[in-house]
Nanobody
C-alpha cells in the first residue's frame, strides 16, 4: 500500500501539504499521482507526476496545487494552496493508472470555516 498523510481541517483559503512514501521499486518506474474521493462522488485523479518530473492536473487544481517527487526519499507530495470547500475529500496516492493493491486508507482533507 501507499500511505498518504498530512491531511486535516483547514479554513477556506488555507494550505496543506500531503505526503506519500512509496517503496523504491514502485517509485522508480512508475507514473504516480494523487487521487481524491469526496462523499457521494467517484474517485478522481487530481494530479500526476512522471518519473521525469512532468506534471499534470485537473482543471480545478491548476494554479493552486503542486505535485512534486523526492526521488531520494521515495516520496511524492501534494502542496495545496487556496483550498476551497469543494476540495474536501479523502486523498490517496497511487500509480497511474491505479493499482488496486496499492490503495491505502488515504488522508482526510476537510475545508470548512
Amino acid at each position: 500500500q501507499l500511505q498518504a498523510s498530512g491531511g486535516g481541517l483547514v479554513q477556506p483559503g488555507g494550505s496543506l501539504r500531503l505526503s506519500c512514501v512509496v517503496s523504491g521499486s514502485i517509485f522508480k518506474i512508475n507514473y504516480v499521482g494523487w487521487y481524491r474521493q469526496a462523499p457521494g462522488k467517484q474517485r478522481e485523479l487530481v494530479a500526476g507526476i512522471t518519473t521525469g518530473g512532468v506534471t499534470n492536473y485537473i482543471d480545478s487544481a491548476k494554479g493552486r496545487f503542486t505535485i512534486a517527487r523526492d526521488n531520494a526519499k521515495n516520496t511524492v507530495y501534494l502542496q495545496m494552496n487556496s483550498l476551497k470547500p469543494d476540495d474536501t475529500a479523502v486523498y490517496y496516492c497511487n500509480t497511474i493508472p491505479a493499482t488496486r493493491d496499492y490503495w491505502g486508507q488515504g488522508t482526510q482533507v476537510t475545508v470548512s470555516s
